[in-house]
């Protein structure tokens, strides 16, 4: 139990540390590119007025929390970031059939990179049988035809088949 | 006009055969995402968002608040039934539902829930009803140094509630506020950090954010691993509850319906801070204090009447001030706005038949809600039976064509994708999400505010606290961060926090 307990310590510690990063540079851009716009004064506040005083803010709060991550005491190894040994690939697998869906859907047309994404997902995230995925691709391609389309007049790309 | 005047102009509009099918779909709308582990109400009214084009601004409205009520519903059945909570109100309800449930008893554990959220969401109306008018004629007396401290409360408020680290809520919604400035801006018309991107001219789209932070990146999170869920039960029967469970819920949900009115018109996630609420106190107050958790039917009755009388509540600062109290509304406020109504304190004047419709519409809905469900019960066991392999890419088609069809932007499907992961990672790292979508959402409004309020006292910050009104939102913000460092409210939050978990709230 206590062991659990310090891994988890661990990884929120790692995690502080990279979020307080991240957070640190999105502060900069903001503060910095507040900057090049016309900030203002009090008494006349600028275009460049909240994101650079909001930046300068997140800066300051993002070095707070990295410098309290740093001090903290117990740092040993890392938790792990994914429950399970092969789960990296299905969230990767998912997000690239996200992207995939964004840059397809103008040349493949709504109806094919529909049909294609629910099968691939079907298929390999939690491997399931091809009848079954075709059948569910094919099923829900359909439905989203009918409802978003011919029903709400929803104006998809058409794509190379004209669909 | 008096307001039965006004209840029967509202009536005319509610009754159309149109609106209420639109009330009628947005409930079981409602009730099948609050069934539905994983997918909100906050994700369903963003989805349904584009289809709202084609309908009529009061439809729109009458059919998105049925789904935000209706879930509230919903989200029982899943807590009772599988013991894992459909929407983060229904948490609570897992305890004593699912215990319920085992011992055979699930029937009367739903019904007491169909019954207690009935009889809570009825009341809540009448309190939206009788208090939203005068509270927005208080509110005229608003400006913008109001407008802001307000604003600032309710995104305390929210950090306040939702975790353990109040610096990495700070600092989300600091950068949920900065993301809020991306777009042209209204004052100057200067564009900023748009990179020369005509979708980014109007700011970064609300709803791709949400689809993304609460749809895309839960879905991430799920698909770690295979949840096993186990029904409980393949029948169920026996809806009604006997005398005996009467008897032992009827002052918890009238306490809770109350407790929950009330909490639900101050800012934050209400509903669920309601449930816990009401659970605590009937604890307290119960000669049997040791049945809770194991199957008491009041540990069922009044969260869920709380639940269902918060989301009520939370309706009328939206209506009154036109501020969300807390993501749903948040989406429900961005479904005004492209209808081109501004909620606010004129907006119950300006658009009576809007409001007095809705209301009308949320007596309506409550009915229908309670003679629906309790039939379709079987239905909710069957969906619940859809593996989630099969289900999630059908939610995922959902979140790309809804927002694909908003403005047809691929650039707002990038959005969206970008928010997912970055939702994902947030997630992860156990930085909150609700106090960045609120801060998002308040951001430009905040801006603007603030600008103002310093444009007319000159470049006097004292502003904000010489102001009596202003000066009370300021001061209740303050102390609230400041209890937060006091060592034995920090660790009533960690444990709160510890309650909550993850949930969308």
Same mark, same amino acid.
């Given at each position: @139990? ?58 300051? @709060? ?30 990767? @697998? ?70 | ?505």
């Amino acid at each position: @139990m206590k062991r659990e307990s310090s891994e988890c310590e661990e990884s929120l510690t790692r995690n502080d540390l990279i979020g307080g990063l991240f957070f640190l540079a999105a502060g900069l851009l903001f503060a910095l590119y507040a900057r090049s716009l016309e900030v203002g004064t009090w008494d006349e506040p600028g275009p460049g007025f909240l994101p650079f005083w909001a930046g300068s803010l997140l800066i300051g @709060m993002s070095a707070l929390l990295i410098a309290k991550t740093l001090l903290r005491r117990h740092r040993e190894d890392a938790g792990p970031f994914f429950p399970e040994l092969d789960s990296w690939k299905r969230v990767l @697998m998912t997000i690239g059939a996200l992207v995939a869906y964004n840059l397809l859907l103008q040349p493949l047309g709504f109806v094919l990179v529909t049909f294609f994404f629910v099968g691939f997902l079907v298929k390999c995230i939690f491997p399931q049988g091809w009848l079954k995925s075709f059948v569910t691709a094919a099923l829900s391609t359909a439905f989203a035809r009918l409802v978003f389309v011919n029903l709400l007049e929803i104006q998809f790309p058409k794509g190379l088949l004209g669909l | 006009m008096d307001i039965a005047n006004y209840l029967i102009q509202g009536a005319q509009v509610a009754l159309q055969p149109m609106n209420l099918l639109f009330c009628f779909m947005g409930v079981l709308m409602g009730t099948l995402v609050g069934v539905l582990p994983g997918l909100g109400p906050t994700a369903a009214i963003a989805l349904l968002l584009p289809v709202s084009f084609h309908i009529p601004p009061v439809s729109t409205i009458i059919m998105l608040a049925g789904i935000y009520y209706g879930a509230m519903y919903g989200g029982s059945t899943t807590s009772i039934l599988v013991n894992i909570p459909g929407e983060a109100a229904s948490v609570i309800t897992c305890l004593d539902g699912h215990q319920m449930a085992k011992k055979g008893r699930a029937g009367p554990a739903l019904g007491i829930a169909a019954f207690g959220s009935f009889i809570a969401g009825t009341f809540g109306v009448i309190g939206i009803m009788f208090i939203a008018p005068p509270m927005a004629k208080f509110a005229l007396a608003f400006g913008p140094p109001e407008y802001f401290s307000l604003m600032l409360m309710g995104i305390v408020i929210i950090i306040y509630m939702s975790s353990g680290s109040i610096l990495k809520d700070l600092i989300t919604a600091v950068f949920g506020v900065l993301l809020g400035t991306i777009g042209m801006d209204t004052i100057s018309g200067t564009q900023r950090l748009t990179f020369g991107v005509l979708e980014l001219a109007d700011g970064i789209g609300f709803i791709p954010a949400v689809m993304g932070l609460f749809g895309i990146s839960e879905i991430l999170v799920n698909v770690e691993r295979i949840l096993a869920t186990t029904l409980v039960t393949e029948k169920v029967k026996n809806l009604l509850p006997n005398l005996q469970d009467w008897k032992e819920s009827f002052w918890p949900i009238i306490r809770g319906t109350v407790m929950g009115f009330i909490i639900g018109v101050l800012p934050g996630p209400a509903p669920v801070i309601s449930t816990y609420a009401s659970y605590a106190t009937e604890k307290k107050l119960s000669k049997t204090p040791e049945k809770f958790g194991t199957g008491h039917i009041a540990g069922v009755a009044g969260p869920e009447a709380a639940n269902n009388a918060a989301s009520s509540g939370a309706m009328i600062p939206l209506f009154t001030l036109g501020i969300p109290a807390n993501s749903v509304i948040a989406v429900l406020l961005g479904a005004f706005m492209i209808h081109g109504l501004q909620p606010g304190p004129t907006f119950i004047a300006k658009y009576p038949d809007v409001f007095w419709a809705t209301i009308v519409s949320m007596y309506l809905g409550n009915i229908m809600l309670l003679v629906l469900n309790l039939p379709l019960i079987p239905l909710w066991v069957k969906v619940l039976k859809v593996p989630y392999p099969i289900l999630f890419p059908l939610i995922l088609i959902f979140c790309l064509i809804g927002v694909y069809s908003l403005n047809f932007s691929q650039v707002e499907i990038g959005l969206m994708i970008g928010f997912g992961v970055l939702g994902y990672l947030m997630r992860k790292a156990r930085f909150e999400m609700a106090p960045l979508i609120l801060a998002l959402v308040l951001g430009p409004m905040m801006e603007n505010n603030l600008r103002l309020a310093l444009l007319v006292s000159q470049g006097d910050a004292s502003v904000f606290v010489t102001r009596p009104i202003s000066a009370i939102f300021i001061i209740v913000s303050t102390l609230l961060i400041a209890s937060s460092m006091v060592p034995g409210i920090q660790k009533r939050r960690a444990q709160m926090k510890e309650k909550l978990g993850d949930e969308e709230v």
